[in-house]
């Protein structure tokens, strides 16, 4: 492939890791992870509501990694409440999932930032062969990936196993009881997913520049093993 092309493919897959990490960080520091609707069990139980008479119980919230707000209901009306993750749900949330969904997140953002420098340098600069060269775009970017991946599944097992909306429903709700109605991932889980889905792009980027996979050997490489071999 000319030189020329190379360049280009290795700029847009830097400007590509770029918006992904400006994406990444944004989205950490948003509350637009999920949204959830939360039903009051108590409320609903103690008048036998049924139908549309359950929206009167029926309330909504949405969060992210730091804090989050919602909307109990009751059958009394709206009560509006904030929360933040750090210090106020220590006791209430699983906290060694919860810091590993951030720390994951932070290597995600600062390894996104060192493939973004390592696709320009590729571009413009003379890369050395091992660390950025061909082997290192590969390294990072399944690296930067599966820090996504985990990011995402660890998320999930959060939300769903461990039932995190019910466990900030019922935080300090010592009258009522909470049930969760419906969770549906928003904006900043789905920004993670598409870092992820771009990593795995640029994989293929790298491929179409002409550079094999990592551990696969060319049929050149192998005819003059097997030369040198003859030879001895």
Known sequence: MPNQQKKIIFCMAGVLSFLCALGVVTAVGTPL???????CKTGALLVNASGEELNK???EMQYGLFHGEGIRQCGLGARPFRFSFFPDLLQAIPVSIHVNIILFSMILVVLTMVGTAFFMYNAFGKPFETLHGPLGLYLVSF???SCGCLVMILFASEV?????SEKIANFKEGTYAYKTQSENYTTSFWVVFI???VHFLNGLLIRLAGFQFPFTKSKDTETTNVAADLMY
């Open 143 to 145: 690296i930067s990936g």
């Open 160 to 164: 769903k196993i461990h039932h995190l």
């Open 57 to 59: 119980f029926m309330g």
């Open 33 to 39: 992870w999920i949204k959830a609707t939360i039903l």
């Open 195 to 197: 870092c992820f889905f």
